[in-house]
DNA sequence: CGCCTATATGGCAGCCACTGCCACATCGCG
DNA sequence: CGCGATGTGGCAGTGGCTGCCATATAGGCG
């Protein structure tokens, strides 16, 4: 399971070499300095070459850690899919599309470190268009890669392609809906709470 | 009713003066070219100065007609705004959510000169993820201007904002759904009638 | 008709995100 | 220690986009 490089580094004795303690270590610092610089001044405020100056480390080499400038806020979107996707085909066969969006959903809210993390990087993405419309790029992404996972608890016939694809929008949406009106409210109260009342005003 | 510019236009004998003529197929044949471009060569390996080259005109005057590349592309998203919003106020008071949403996406399902010439610019908005994510982000802009004019149409209470966001986001998810199977599909079929479907999926 | 101003255009320099290339340093292994 | 793999920095270049300034021209005026 283990890919030839994670093989080699384990063999060595003291569990990961220095190389990867301090990639780690310069990975957390640059991410640091970008959030901080971003929530003082402003995402589109704040160019490359500010965050590595002030992170030690040349732009070319912050290139190298992070290909783009959106990738400094953490996200983590390949965690974020591979959680979601994992949690809905765990489901039971017999569940429904809806039961298992919302297992898949309710399995991404776990992956936040911390309230306040969260309140604030969903603030600095809510108040930068351009970050948002990243975002909702990366969501489309998954919206696709969702797109045979659904279908197969959905009834088949005509327009399967279709409705599948509405459900998980609808989905997405619901959930885009709770988040935002969970980082206005100031992170009042659960997002999933809120995300089954927005799927309630829906679906009747 | 007229703009103080216009009025003075209308006295010239012309009608329209010369600059405005040139003016106007100055922007058609830039317009053209992109187009030709994009769909030749694809939108990300288009430079602008291909275009401009290509169109007889300056970099610098291209980005006076369109400030960005992504306008280039004709969409015309201002005038997409108002015709929705204006088909939803102009729904009788009465009218749920539903029923004035879906009015508002009919009345802008209309401003498509052709079906040759949507088909071709969804097919490249589908296709290439950076345009697709100008566009959803201009989509989240008209969802925030249309949340006052929905939330009239709902029942008031606890949660009304959050509500209303998500009819408004699964309008548009079932939209983007029936958009994207009837450009899958090559424009088979009437893109209301996919939305209809898609919507009694996720409604029941 | 000729002047004069408002506007349109082009060119240039520059910013910023991002990439490729090359030189050099450093790590880890035998 | 020495060698090969890997990490790092610098530099030049691309592409979208902007500000500034010079120039050309249309349209109103006497």
Redesign the pocket.
């Known amino acids: 399971m283990l890919a030839p ?1 994670e093989q ?2 384990a ?2 004795g003291t569990r990961t ?4 303690r ?2 780690q270590l ?1 990975t957390r610092e640059i991410l640091q300095t970008a959030l901080r610089l971003f929530v003082k001044q402003g995402y ?1 405020e ?4 500010q965050i590595a100056l002030e992170a ?16 400094l806020l953490g996200g983590n979107e390949h965690q974020f899919g591979q959680v979601l996707m994992a949690a809905v085909s765990a489901q039971p066969p017999d569940a429904s599309a809806w039961v298992a969006l919302r297992a898949g959903i309710a399995a991404v809210q776990a992956l936040h470190d911390s309230r306040e993390q969260a309140l604030e990087r969903l603030s600095l993405l809510n108040s930068t268009p351009s970050l948002r419309a990243g975002w909702l790029e990366k969501r489309l992404r998954f919206q696709t890669d969702l797109l045979p996972l659904v279908k197969e608890r959905m009834d088949t016939g005509a327009g399967v392609d279709a409705r599948a694809r509405a459900v998980i929008g609808t989905v997405f949406a619901c959930l885009e809906a709770a988040s935002t009106t969970w980082v206005e409210s100031g992170g009042k109260g659960d997002v999933m709470d809120l995300y089954d009342e927005c799927l309630a005003a829906v679906r009747g």
């Not at 070499?17 to 990867?20: A, F, G």
């Not at 704040?46 to 070459?49: R, S």
């Not at 030690?56 to 990738?71: A, H, I, M, N, P």
């Open positions: 490089m080699e580094a063999t060595i070499s220095l190389r990867e301090s990639r310069v589109d704040t160019p490359i070459a030690g480390v040349s732009q070319r080499t912050l290139f190298r850690y992070f290909g783009t400038k959106e990738d």
